[in-house]
């Protein structure tokens, strides 16, 4: 008896198809995404046999067939603006399970910036070169089989540019809203953001969902930055409890660039991020750094390369990990200097707060240097709180319950207060806390 | 206000404090002096609640309640108030945060209105000047980069804002220049009234100058070994511990039962 096995890429490639004939495009757009689905076939969903998936297991959500549908929502201005802050209340930047969405957008304050349809923009005469230059450069689809599949599904997604010389005062938002109806879907968000010559600008990202279904967000945001370009990054990430989201974040940085990137990670039952920079033109700095707060039955990974293949570049690396219940985190942190990358100065550090003896973290910062005249570090720990801490607030009168939250805000406080965005500040502080199921409302 | 009646204290298994009574009233300042590892600062930390310090016999009476069933919090709350000789860095909590929430969590123990971070702005920018603080000091975060001066100012800030009945401060003039010690122990003398009470250990008469006690207790091994007013810490620091508590071993003290 001969059992056919129903595979998932059987599936994929039907949608694929069905993709196709819906949304044809130009011949280098349909190469890509025939490469794409062709790579995606080979790779399939990683498995933990891949030791860069070792300890995040997808195989459930592989059996799962998260078909890559786009479900048309019916969404109203006032449920997406709902999302935005008040810093971006005309600047935001509005997409409904992967599909960009101008009618629900509020864009009075973007001035010279540009945003449009991805898709759209490869067949923009305006812009498909730039496009095409640019796209699926360094998200790389070879070995990625979950960005092979992003890649193949292009249909929409968003493209912005920030021109020349303009500097964005507005931060642009970016809200990714999943509101499937049914269960069982897969968005696959796609995003090219180039930052050209001396531009600078503030860009948050955040991923959200209506409703408590499960899906499986597979997103890809490519980040290029011209010479001397600027650029504030703020990825957040707050999808709905019963998601999984894996996402990938990859940013090459020109001559005297700066990029200065912050993960925030609350949402998901399993999580991922893959970060990415590649300094391959002197002078450029970056900070990559990132929170995951990890409550019961949460899963949270990320993985984070940082490669300097030529001298002069500064990096600088802090992710921060509060677990709590049993829940389960994963970091593992590579600084590459390659051979030649002399002048290289590059930190990197992990905390890890341990609220709950079930909790677990896997760390591994790497470092591998390939130059002899560099200043690297690099380290990792995992601690519980502090007990003389605690003893000092209950000195003062805090009980021990509310000086643990306080603790714990301070400790997360170090990634938040980075951000420059007050009203995302605040809204963090909260959510960190009432994610841990603790009370305190901190201010001043 | 404090009854200390026969008071055994150990840590990690090893007794420190042998049998130790102390009585203060409100209004009154003492001073609690003694060599190295006589057990003065095992008394300020039992008094605040440390979970390292066993209490083995004994009672702490507090205004008559049982203050060593009391949890350190609740102490606190209650109005003890223990400068620390190390103060504890907490990092990514601003100072003005911290202090509010200590200050509304006593708010709320005796039912009164808590004060929003505006209302507590005013209230500390007054409090800071008993120890001549800088705004800047309440943006950053508890203790975190401050000098040692700084951190000895800033507890007194605290029980500036907390307004205790009983302040116990423990060592607070190690590790302070001059300068220091005088806006340190100026900001104690602004806080002592006729309705609350201070005990001052500490190793040197140095800060005796500066806050003058009502009694001064040698502590050595364990027990107070000797009693009197403030001119017993100028002997002190003229003749050093070693004749008391040389005079305290060939006399009834080594010899005392434990009860």
Redesign the interface.
Known sequence: MVTELAKPQNNYQSAFQSMRKAKPSVAWVELVRESAMDRFEVLGYPTVKDEEWKYTNLASAAKENFLPLAVRADLTVEDANRFSYPETAASHVVLVNGEFRPELSQTNDLGDVVVLDLFNATTDARYSKIVRDDLARSATYHDQGLTALNTAFLQSGLFVLIPKNVALKTPLQITYITDTGASSQMTLPRVLVVAEENSSAKLIESFVARGEQSYFTNSVVEVVLKDGARLQHVRLQREGRNAIHVGTTSAELGRGSSYNSTAINLGAKLARHDVSVVMDHEGSECWVDGLYVVGPDQHSDTHSLIDHKVPYCNSHQLYKGILDGNGRAVFNGKVFVREGAQKTDALQTNKNLLLSPQARVDTKPQLEIYADDVKCAHGAAVGQLD???L??????????D??KS??T??????VI?KIEIESIRKELDEAVMNQLHARLE??? | MLEIRNLHAAIDGNEILKGLDLTIKKGEVHAIMGPNGSGKSTLAKVL????DYEVTAGEVLYEGRNLLDM???ER??EGV??A?QY????????N???L???YN??QK?FGRDEL??LE??DLLKERAKVVEMDASFMTR?VNEGFSGGEKKRNEIL?MAV?EPKLAVLDETDSGLDIDALRVVAGGVNQLQGPENAIIVVTHYQRLLNYIVPDFVHVLANGRIVREGGKELALELEEKGYDWIVKADLQGSGAAAPAN
């Open positions: 007990q003389d801490e003893f000092y607030l209950q000195a003062r009168g805090i009980n021990p509310l000086g306080l603790l805000y301070g400790f997360a406080e170090e207060g901190v201010q001043g | 605040a609640g440390h979970p949890a350190p919090d606190a709350r108030f223990m620390f103060p504890i860095e907490i990092p990514g909590v601003s003005a945060q911290f509010r929430l200590a969590e006593k123990h929003d971070p507590f702005k975060s605290q907390l």
